[in-house]
Structures are given as C-alpha cells and as structure tokens.
C-alpha cells in the first residue's frame, strides 16, 4: 500500500511503457467485468422489442420500466424474496453464532486439547460424506421440506471459523484479554464485552460471506423443499431464466395479442429480475468491502 | 492437584461450553454422514435403514465402472477441471502482479473493487447471463455475428463449447476475487527491498520476477494445491444449470451424475458410492500434490 507513496525516482521510458500498457489492460480488463452488468441493467429498462436493435446495448432504449412493475404482481417472485430474506437473516445469524463460538475458544491459549480441536473441524474440510449421506441425515432428522433444512445445515463453514480464530489471535491485544481475567469476567463476559466490540471488521466480512451463499444458494432448496410456498427466489429465478417457465402464469390459453404481450414481458422481467435478485447483495457490498483487506487477508495468510 | 485442575475448569468452562456448539453441529452434518458413507458397501432401503441394510462389497463400485457412463463421467470431469486449473491459478496471480504495478491510487481500488463483485453474484444469475448474452434467440453475441454478417453459433446447445462456457464465465466471476490472496502477501514485501532494487537500475520487470514472485511463491503454492485437491469436484451448481439435452456428451459430470443417479432415481447406495469415489480421487490428488511440493520446494500443506 505504501508503495506509492514511498518511491521518489526517476522513471525510466521502460518504466512509461510499462505503467501504460498495464493501464491500458488493467483498464479493459474492468471494463470486461463491468460490461454485462451494464448490460443487464440497461436492458432491464429498455423496451424488450429493442433490446437487441443494435448488438451490444450502451444505454437503455426505449425507456420503460414494465419489468419492475410486473415484478410486484409475479406472486412467486415475492413469496420467493420473502423466504430469501427469512432464510438469509436467520441462517446468517445462526452462521456467525456458531462461527464465533467456534473460533474464540480456539483462539484462547487457555483452551486444553487445540491441536485435536483445530483437526477435529479441519477433516471436514477434506472428507465429507457426500450428497447422498448427508440427505439421509437430514431425513432422518425430519426437517426435510420444512425451514429448518434451510438453516441448520452448514451452520459453520469451517475456513471462515480459521479466518476469525486467526483475527481474533492477531488484534485482540493479549493485556486486553488478561487484565479482564484478573477482574473477575469468565470468557463469556469476555467475548462479549472486549472480543466482539474489537471485531466488527472480520464480523462484517464474515456477515457478507455467508449471507451472499446463503442468499444464492438455489441447491439445498432444490433437493430439500417440495413446496413452492417455500422456494426461495434462486429457484423462482431458475424457472424463470433457465428453464424459461413465467413464474405463477396462469395465463397459459392467452391467445393472440395478449400472448404476444405475455412473451414481451416475459422478457423485461428477465433482466429486471435479475437487477431485484442481485440488488440487496450488490447494496451490502461497498459497506463491507473496505473491510476485505483488513478484516480476512491477515488471517488469509497466516491461517 | 485436582484442585487447581478444577479452579482451572472453573474458570475455563465457557470456553469448552461455547466449543461445544459447533461441535454438535460438526458431529451432525459432518461426521453422521461420513459414517453414512457405508451405504455404499450395502443395498440401502429405507425400511432397513443404515445398519440393517444387507452388505454388498464393492457392487456398486463394480457396477459404475464397468458402467457405460463410466468412461464419459470420468473424461468429462476431468476435462473440465484440468482446463479449469490451468486457467483459474495463473490468471489470478497474473492479475494480481498487475493489480500491484499500478501507481495511482484510486485507479488501483477501484479496479480492485469492481474486479470483487462477480464473486458475490449468484451461479442461477450467472447461467441467465450467459444465456442473454450466448443465446441463439436473440443472445447478445449471436446478434453481433448476424450484425457483421457471420453464421451464429449454438453456443449452448454445442458439446464442444461447454468446457468454454463453463472456464470462462468462472474466470469472470472468480478472477478478481482470486486475487485477493496475493494482494494480501504482496503487502507484506518490505519496501525497500524495491527501492534497493531500483537504486541498482532494475526495470519493472526484473523486480516483479525477483522481488513479487518468490515473496508470493509460498502462497502460489498452497492455492494450487488446494485447487488440485478439488479436481474431481466440478461444482454441480453451474453445471448443472447449464446443462441440456443437446450438451449432455460433454457436460455430464461426476456431481450431476451423482444427483441424477441418488435424488432423481433414488438409488441411493449406487450414488453414494460414486460420491466416495469422487472423494477417494480428491484426496488422492491433494496428497499427491502436497508430496510433489514438498519435494521440488519448502511449502507444503503439511
């Protein structure tokens, strides 16, 4: 990061061409990223009959915001972003729960029997019993098709437990830690009152990484929920994209220029869904990513 | 003795009460289904359950490979994710030296920042993407070759462009992402080191080849060697998203085969083995390429 800032000499014309042509690259290379985002939006908001007059869309045409409003009448659609949220917020909650339980007590030198700890969560990382055991297990439990199977599972992601214990060891000041232990508090007190309020950058990213898996899985609530009451909006939008099914279209003996009207909003509501499905992700994101580098490289590394 | 045991345990006993949680939950979903994993040594129904299903030896191993869709699974899995390595290590690193080299500011996070995003979209979003933008009817790209007066593709619906589809549209969602890593160990290089460097009239190049390079060597490595760990694990997520009737000659892989075989036809004990399989080969792989590393340089997993 320094590296700016530090370096006073003079640059030689080798040194132009390089820093050029990587400008140049670095350049197309964020365009690239950014192009079928742009795209997408645009798109979204164009009249669907234009959308591909010319080949590669710069700026919306035809104004119209028909995706959007069609949107909040498509009841699959809202159903699916109600569950989304719920099994988000409370899957997310339970994730950084566990987590946190997990990685204090093996950050505290205290903690006997680390090293059989640490392997004990580790393993898992590198065996697992597969798709199919692991849908017995949650049959045998019962909570298959209920909410349950959308939260319970996965609850600790065992590398993002090692990038807090590594947080935890590197900036929670040992004195801090010691002094807390001479007043009496038990490690409970301690997490809650000293180790956490100190933690808000690795709590923040971790908040982000689970909550985004959480938010795009579309796979546990394929092979786990029956009821389309319960589906959440990754798999509405896979019917929608994929698999080309109109969310809750009832309309299938529309004939004539309502059929027409129907393909026309099928779609907008392509890409406006797309636009909704990835919003409150894309919104979260600048608030946490200037905590990227801080919060996990440390523990990226040393972990 | 016993007694400070006991004023240790004392004071200590939220560290293992706290510990205690994620370990049932480990114990559940992880070590419960690793134990399932013997139902593929047995004729699995649900009746019988786990322990009274009768034993079989390796009958369903003996059954996928002699399989007709054994050979295809298999070259398939590995044509994906051999393509994928040896695209998805460097182009991480690569970037991430580039990323380095940048002197201005802003220029530098920014670039970074937006590089992050595709990482945080969804793999349903992502294959709806490639279908606006490779899709026959009216797909982005197919509209351009008509545009310029070429014949368009059937890039979806084509055996011989889903290891593309599937390669490239991961480089674009994880490659900015994949450098964060290095990002994290190149900022740890001392300075002046460079600095000494330039002093001496080294170009550009010459530091990133001697200075960036080997200071980032031991991270290099262990991403690869966890990437080569995962080289039977051809995500089923995006596969199976884009897979179709007409490309099912090359995108049949383990995991899609795995959920067809297990969920859709309930053959549980069958998949199942075919998921220890998959696992087996995993390992394998990581070990083996652990040991490589620990022959040619210092680091290693463990």
């Known amino acids: ?303 | 003795m016993t007694k400070s045991r006991w004023k240790y345990f004392k004071q200590h006993k939220w560290l293992y009460l706290m510990l205690a949680v994620p370990i049932i939950f480990v114990l559940i979903w992880n070590y419960w289904p690793m134990y399932g994993v013997v139902i593929a040594f047995k004729d699995y129904s649900p009746a019988f359950g786990i322990l009274g299903s009768p034993w079989v030896g390796l009958k369903h191993f003996k059954r996928f490979f002699h399989s007709y869709f054994f050979g295809n699974v298999m070259i398939n899995t590995l044509r994906v994710s051999i393509y994928s390595l040896l695209v998805s290590i460097p182009l991480p690193i690569i970037l991430a030296l580039m990323f380095n080299e940048i002197r201005i500011k802003w220029f530098k996070s920014t670039a970074q920042t937006i590089s992050y995003i595709p990482n945080f979209i969804s793999v349903v979003v992502i294959v709806g993407m490639i279908n606006f933008f490779f899709g026959t009817q009216n797909g982005a790209i197919n509209t351009l070759l008509s545009a310029v007066g070429l014949k368009q593709i059937d890039f979806l619906g084509s055996p011989a462009w889903f290891p593309h589809l599937y390669v490239w549209s991961g480089i674009w969602q994880g490659v900015g992402w994949g450098t964060l890593i290095y990002t994290a160990a190149m900022s740890g290089i001392p300075q002046d080191q460079y600095e000494a460097a330039y002093l001496e009239g080294a170009t550009r190049l010459q530091c990133i080849k001697n200075i960036t390079i080997p200071a980032i060597m031991p991270t290099i490595v262990i991403s690869a060697i966890l990437a080569t760990g995962g080289i039977m694990a051809v995500g089923f997520d995006k596969t199976y998203l884009l897979q179709n009737a007409s490309n099912l000659s090359t995108s049949e892989v383990l995991s899609t085969y795995t959920y067809k075989v297990g969920i859709i036809n309930g053959e549980y004990s069958f998949s199942a083995a075919v998921g220890l399989f998959n696992n087996i080969i995993n390992f394998i792989m990581l070990f083996v390429v652990n040991k490589f590393a620990q022959k040619v340089g210092e680091t290693s997993l463990w």
């Open chain 1, 1 to 303: 990061m320094a590296k700016q800032s530090a370096m006073r000499y003079t640059r030689t014309k080798g040194d132009k061409v390089f820093d050029v042509v990587n400008g140049v690259l670095i350049t197309i290379f964020t365009l690239i990223v950014l192009y079928p985002l742009i795209f997408v939006i645009n798109a979204s908001f164009s009249d669907p009959t234009r959308i591909y007059e010319v080949p590669l869309l710069l700026w919306p045409r035809g104004f119209n915001w028909r995706g959007y409003t069609e949107i909040l009448k498509d009841k699959d659609i809202l159903i699916g972003f109600k569950n989304a949220v719920v099994y988000t917020a409370l899957g997310t909650v339970i994730n950084l729960v566990v987590t946190t339980l997990g990685a204090y007590p093996l950050s505290r030198k205290e903690l006997k029997g680390k090293g059989f700890f640490t392997l004990f969560f580790t393993v898992t990382m590198f065996f697992s019993g597969g798709l199919i055991p692991t849908y017995l297990v949650n049959q045998q439990l019962g909570i298959i098709n209920t909410i349950w199977v959308m939260i319970l599972p996965g609850a600790l992601g065992v590398y993002n437990m090692i990038l807090m214990r590594t947080y935890f060891q590197q900036n929670i000041p040992n004195e801090l830690v010691e002094s807390a232990y001479i007043d009496g508090a038990n490690d409970m007190q301690l997490l809650w009152k000293v180790v956490l309020p100190l933690s808000t950058p690795i709590i923040a990213v971790m908040a982000m990484f689970y909550g985004v898996g959480r938010w795009n899985d579309y796979f546990n609530a394929m092979i786990y929920l029956q009821d389309r009451s319960k589906f959440p909006l990754q798999l509405i939008l896979r019917e929608i994209l994929i698999q080309g099914k109109f969310g809750d279209s009832a309309n299938q003996t529309l004939q004539g220029s309502a059929q027409a009207e129907l393909m026309m909003i099928k779609l907008t509501l392509k890409y406006s869904v797309v636009i909704i499905s990835s919003l409150p992700v894309l919104l979260f994101y600048p608030v946490v990513a200037k905590y990227f580098e801080k919060g996990i490289l440390v523990g990226a590394i040393k972990g």
